[in-house]
């Protein structure tokens, strides 16, 4: 499995568009790249995923480089409610074994 | 749709015995997968179900055994309890299958206590 790193942690102000950084160097072409947040003794929430090119759902937007080495989470407008530990995962298609780093701890600020 | 539902989701148990959680998955979803999230380990993937078959192994000691029935429902078992099983167990299910991919969606947990 392709490892990730992630920053610890990042704040962000209300209402401010959190971007979260991800680095993949080690991805193989079949391999999707995956987003999770876990809000406190939650269990995990699918935020979005990509394999190569940019996607965007109603949550969040995930900008791939080219390269497919490094990957961007991107939450628009933050709300107190999206403070939580992030998440990215390389995940081999058609697996669903996930492999879980330490995450980025989002602090969301009024 | 109802979510992944896991069943208990607190429980308390002495070292040296057994415990079994139970995780029903969205309906339609074939594959099921088990997580460990301590504090010192983080989240950790326990194996993975998919149509009754035990598809993909974490690495973890015997103790820890699982399985899934026909209508996609899973249990998981940990037997001769340790201090050092005590985590919040959390379950997955997913379609699973292989045309394109597939997210995976988390019930709320079991939080297992070993005294």
């Known amino acids: 499995d392709a490892k990730t790193t992630q920053p610890p942690s990042m704040d962000c102000a209300e209402g401010r568009a959190a971007n979260l950084p991800c680095n993949h160097s080690?991805?193989?072409?079949?391999?999707?790249v995956y987003w999770y947040r876990q809000i406190h003794s939650q269990g995990p929430q699918y935020i979005i995923h990509g394999l190569k090119n940019n996607e965007t759902n109603e949550m969040a937007s995930l900008i791939i480089t080219e390269d497919r080495k490094s990957s961007t989470l991107i939450l628009p407008h933050a709300t107190l409610r999206d403070t939580a530990v992030y998440y990215c995962i390389v995940k081999h298609t058609g697996f669903q074994k996930l492999v879980f780093g330490t995450g980025t701890r989002l602090l969301v600020s009024p | 749709k109802a979510g992944v539902t896991q069943t208990p989701r607190y429980l308390i148990k002495t070292r040296g015995q057994q415990v079994t959680l139970s995780c029903s998955p969205i309906?339609?979803?074939?594959?099921v997968s088990w997580y460990q999230q301590t504090p010192g380990q983080g989240l950790q993937f326990l194996f993975e179900y998919f149509s009754e078959t035990q598809r993909n192994k974490g690495n973890f000691p015997g103790r820890f055994s699982g399985r899934q029935f026909s209508n996609s429902r899973s249990e998981m078992n940990v037997s001769t309890l340790e201090l050092g099983d005590s985590a919040l167990y959390l379950c997955?299910?997913?379609?699973?299958?292989?045309?394109?991919?597939?997210?995976?969606?988390f019930g709320q947990g079991t939080r297992l206590t070993v005294v």
């Open positions: 309906s339609g979803h074939r594959s």
């Open positions: 080690t991805i193989s072409g079949n391999e999707y």
């Open positions: 997955a299910s997913s379609q699973g299958q292989g045309a394109g991919d597939t997210e995976a969606f």
